[in-house]
């Protein structure tokens, strides 16, 4: 199973940008598609944006439409998500996410079924 690390995140002002990394280690991620979910407090995790492995399409749930983008970079063997124009609705843990096989589709709205191994976490918390 491919084991992700995150890393980024933090406290920022509404407005300012952050970008998250989800790391693999053991395995290639650029032959898996990687998911970011994000869980607010109260709320269910949700799906934030996707790549397909091939890193030729990628989709995003519609209120970060415009401000968010994922982005892989084979090199480092890392999927980035971008998050310019923070807004306080933005704040949540944020997961990344992948299937247990590679080269797998992705669908232009994921289910969390849809991916096997998961990220720690981390928590992004944007004030106003």
């Known amino acids: 199973q491919v084991q992700l690390v995150q890393s980024g995140g933090g406290l920022v002002q509404a407005g300012d940008s952050l970008t998250l990394s989800c790391a693999a280690s053991?395995?290639?991620?650029?032959?898996?598609?990687v998911g970011w979910f994000r869980q607010a407090p109260g709320k269910e995790r949700a799906f934030v944006a996707g790549i397909t492995w091939t890193g030729d399409s990628s989709y995003y749930t519609d209120s970060v439409k415009g401000r968010f983008t994922i982005s892989r970079d084979n090199a480092k063997n890392t999927v980035d998500l971008q998050m310019n124009s923070l807004k306080p609705e933005d704040t949540a843990v944020y997961y990344c996410a992948c299937p247990g096989r590679p080269w797998t589709p992705l669908t232009e709205i994921p289910r969390e079924a849809d991916f096997d191994s998961w990220g720690q976490g981390t928590q992004v918390t944007v004030s106003s």
């Open positions: 053991g395995r290639t991620l650029s032959s898996y598609p």
